[in-house]
Nanobody, 121 residues
Framework: VQLVESGGDLVQPGGSLRLSCAASGFTFSNYYMSWIRQAPGKALEWVSGIFDDGRYTYYAGSVKGRFTISRDNAKNTVFLQMNQLQPNDTAMYYC????????????????WGQGTQVTVS
């Protein structure tokens, strides 16, 4: 099983980034996918999730209206479009997978990527 994130970068406040997470080694279309972030010295924070077939999406209040999650099951990839980035969005961003069931609890996820760094400054 692999989840490989990409797209993190240094960006100015107000800027945009698009994160990608390529999955392999499991049946991607059977999994609820999420983005979870961790700022330096802080706990893991669930950011956004998407149902296995993409019908439903979920967002933390801190990013709602600025971030958009999507997925392409044909390419086993999940995306996070981040607009209007702010300094407090600075964090390591992880994608995570959980079979079938939706959750916002980081410890519930079955698989994790290594993360991609987003710095807003």
């Amino acid at each position: 099983v692999q989840l490989v994130e990409s797209g993190g970068d240094l960006v100015q406040p107000g800027g945009s980034l698009r994160l990608s997470c390529a999955a392999s080694g499991f049946t991607f279309s059977n999994y609820y996918m999420s983005w979870i972030r961790q700022a330096p010295g802080k706990a893991l924070e669930w950011v956004s999730g998407i149902f296995d077939d993409g019908r439903y999406t979920y967002y933390a209040g801190s990013v709602k209206g600025r971030f958009t999650i999507s997925r392409d099951n044909a390419k086993n990839t999940v995306f996070l479009q981040m607009n209007q980035l702010q300094p407090n969005d600075t964090a390591m961003y992880y994608c995570a997978a959980r079979r079938w069931q939706c959750t916002v609890v980081p410890s519930d996820f079955d698989y994790w990527g290594q993360g991609t760094q987003v710095t807003v400054s």
